[in-house]
């Protein structure tokens, strides 16, 4: 697909787009409900899909947003249709929808197919309280493939010129229930269940994880199960889960992994993890700092289930997974800067420019670990808030080997 072809479909898409009323009961539950009037208002907006991320290299394309409001003028439902072209997996429909049906509950689903080796199949859905009374509860199921996946070795000084390639195959759930013992104090337990495969990947200029690392230097690379349990033990004062403003939060987690049930190698992780959101008078400015500390424990743990920093939520100036080791040290500060609010396509949506630095690294333990050896990342990042629930971001990161692109959607560091 050229990017004559590209322009041309999302010039379509801008001809088509509209604000159109529909019945509700051609948007069934959980599309919309009571909430909501009939008919239904619903707003499409065009938008270019483009990104570059280090891992997969240029994306282009483009979406049309549909957003659904309810009664009082919320958007409580986004569908976003989407066509892409990547050079090395070809054309990809995606299908990405965040629907909030009624307070306290979300449901993510993420449809994504390419032509060559891509595709990822996620649904995500959250209750605070409505199933059980002071209970929040999180299912994440997912079957996906990432042909561009890379593994460079162990450590913060294993070099960008030792990369290489796979295809990581992954199937699995993830279910945590979080109970209030106390105002501010909350206890949280999960388990995951993870099958991981290890192929070629998508990267033809780059040599297989496999053609360069033996699977005794590098265990875990030829696939692995892992079935883990965890617990937590939090501290909140924040004041939104999905977009915090003031507040505080402290957690401490253990998570353990057996072979008895059926995972490739016992090991344990425990981390801590501290967030200071602080405003301004008016809300104008907030500024989020965030500590994190990560451990590992254990023999011949596979490389995915160690300590990992890299990507649109840790280091935002490298690709997923950029360094790996037995623990990490992560520190984030960002200052949200509300600008205006931008009335586009009869959508009202709140614009932040919020600039960043990150700073993080790897080793085999925080005793070991560094000054020379952490990671600055400093970057600016774009927000695009449609009240009350959506969260559009653009993330630009400058690490030592470049910088890097993200978009998605949602908060760093939200929950």
Request: a positive charge; hydrophobic letters at 40%.
């Amino acid at each position: 697909m050229s990017l004559k072809t590209i322009a041309l479909a999302f010039l379509l898409c801008a001809a088509v787009s509209c604000t159109s009323e529909v019945p509700r009961k051609d948007l069934p539950y959980p599309l919309t409900s009571k909430s909501y009037g009939d008919p239904v208002k619903v707003v499409t907006i065009p938008l270019p899909a483009i990104s570059t991320d280090p891992n997969e290299g240029i994306t282009a394309g483009a979406l049309a947003a549909m957003l659904v409001y309810d009664k009082k003028g919320d958007v409580r439902t986004l569908l976003a249709p989407q066509l892409n072209y990547n050079k090395n997996y070809g054309i990809s429909g995606t299908i990405y929808g965040a629907i909030y049906p009624q307070p306290g509950r979300s449901l993510e689903i993420n449809i994504s197919q390419s032509q060559r080796r891509n595709y990822d199949y996620e649904m995500t859905l959250k209750d605070r309280g409505n199933f059980v009374r002071g209970v929040a509860m999180k299912a994440f199921l997912f079957h996906l493939k990432d042909g561009s996946a890379r593994f460079f070795g162990f450590g913060s000084a294993s070099p960008l010129e030792q990369q290489t390639n796979y295809a990581d195959t992954e199937t699995g759930f993830d279910v945590s229930a979080i109970i209030d013992v106390l105002p501010k104090f909350k206890i949280a337990a999960g388990e995951r269940l993870k099958k991981v495969d290890i192929r070629p990947g998508a990267i033809s200029s780059l040599p297989f994880i496999l053609d360069r690392f033996t699977p005794q230097e590098v265990p875990g690379s030829t696939g692995f199960t892992t079935n883990a349990q965890r617990i937590s033990l939090i501290y909140t004062t924040l004041d939104s889960n999905k977009a915090p403003t003031s507040g505080v939060y402290f957690s401490g987690t253990s998570e353990w992994s057996s072979k008895a049930l059926g995972s490739t190698a016992n090991f344990f992780h425990y981390s801590f993890e501290a967030e200071d959101y602080i405003p301004s008078s008016t809300k104008r400015f907030i500024t989020i700092v965030r500590g994190v500390y990560n451990q590992t424990i254990g023999s011949g743990v596979p490389f995915l289930e160690r300590s990992i920093l890299g990507g649109e939520d840790t280091l935002r100036g490298y690709g997923r997974n950029r360094f790996i080791d037995k623990s990490y040290t992560l520190f984030n500060a960002e200052e949200r800067i509300r600008l205006f609010t931008w009335r586009v396509f009869n959508v009202n949506a709140n614009w932040e420019l919020a600039p960043f630095i990150d700073l993080g690294a790897v080793s085999s333990s925080i005793y070991s670990l560094s000054a020379k050896e952490f990671k600055p990342c400093p970057g600016i990042g774009v927000r695009a808030i449609v009240p009350p629930y959506i969260v559009g971001r653009i993330d630009i990161g400058v690490g030592q080997e470049g910088p890097a692109v993200f978009v998605g959607l949602g908060y760093p560091f939200t929950f």
